[in-house]
Nanobody, 118 residues
Framework: QVQLVESGGGSVQAGGSLRLSCAAS????????MAWYRQAPGKERENVAE???????TYAPFVRGRFTISRDNARNTVDLEMTNLTPDDTAVYFC????????????WGQGTQVTVGS
């Protein structure tokens, strides 16, 4: 059974930091692009960061050097370290996985809430 389980969300004040973690089971992330997405109330889901099996990493422009995505293929996990958070970062954050065969995100976690106070 394929599963992605996020953890680490919570409430912080502006300027604070959070570390999100995504634990994968039922498949091996080393063959997948792993990504973090987010969805704020009333807005569409947007990509935050991606880490490919070849260690290529991309970030959305709004990250501006504040977030770091990292993957541990041995532990089958992918993390998102977020620093200097602002209220605009308030959203539900989702972990997603795309196989190299399709490059489409087929697996999604249930999401974890991040709330940043002003």
């Amino acid at each position: 059974q394929v599963q992605l389980v996020e953890s680490g969300g919570g409430s912080v004040q502006a300027g604070g930091s959070l570390r999100l973690s995504c634990a994968a089971s039922g498949f091996t992330i080393s063959h997948y692009i792993m990504a973090w997405y987010r969805q704020a109330p009333g807005k569409e889901r947007e990509n935050v960061a991606e880490s490919s099996w070849s260690t290529m990493i991309t970030y959305a422009p709004f990250v501006r050097g504040r977030f770091t995505i990292s993957r541990d293929n041995a532990r089958n996990t992918v993390d998102l370290e977020m620093t200097n958070l602002t209220p605009d970062d308030t959203a539900v954050y989702f972990c997603a996985a795309a196989p190299r065969e399709s490059l489409e995100y087929e697996y999604w976690g249930q999401g974890t809430q991040v709330t940043v106070g002003s």
